[in-house]
Structure formats: structure tokens, C-alpha cells
């Protein structure tokens, strides 16, 4: 019986996984996903800056301190420094 109520805890605990997962892709999408994705993340610690308050040329400095501790996969780090460099 105890094997059953973990098995039950751990299917539950991955299907919340897989539906957070697609719920935040989803809420990202669109023409002006970027800037939601920066806003959302880098607002967890602090109010974002507006990407002209930096040049193209600063904001990747920028983002080699504060990508691993917002813990930006890889592929975050570009799309928000895709949208902070885009002019």
C-alpha cells in the first residue's frame, strides 16, 4: 500500500511538472513574448530595466552577472538578450 501512495505522489508531481511547463511556454508566445519572458523573470528580484536605459554593446556584460543568478538556462539567456540588443 505505501508503494502505491508514492507511486500516486511521484505521477502526481511529474504531471504538475509537465503542466507548468507547457503553461509557461504558452504564456511567453506571441509578438511581444520576449519582453514578457524579461519582465517576468528579472522582475523576480527586482523591477527590470528598460532596454534603452543600455546600449546594444552594455547588456550582454549585463547579462554574464545576471543570467546565473535569475538561473537562465542557455536558451532564456538569448531570447531575453535578443530582446534587450534589438533596436
Known sequence: ????????????????????VACASQRFD????????????CGVCH???PR???TAAE?????DVMAPRAG???MQRERVSAYLTAR
Open 59 to 63: 547588456w550582454p556584460r549585463i547579462l
Open 47 to 49: 523591477v527590470p530595466r
Open 1 to 20: 500500500m505505501r508503494h502505491i501512495a508514492t507511486f500516486a505522489r511521484l505521477a502526481f508531481a511529474l504531471l504538475a511538472a509537465v503542466l507548468l
Open 30 to 41: 506571441g509578438p511581444d513574448g520576449d519582453r514578457r519572458f524579461y519582465e517576468a523573470r
Open 72 to 74: 537562465l538556462t542557455g
Open 52 to 54: 534603452e536605459d543600455f
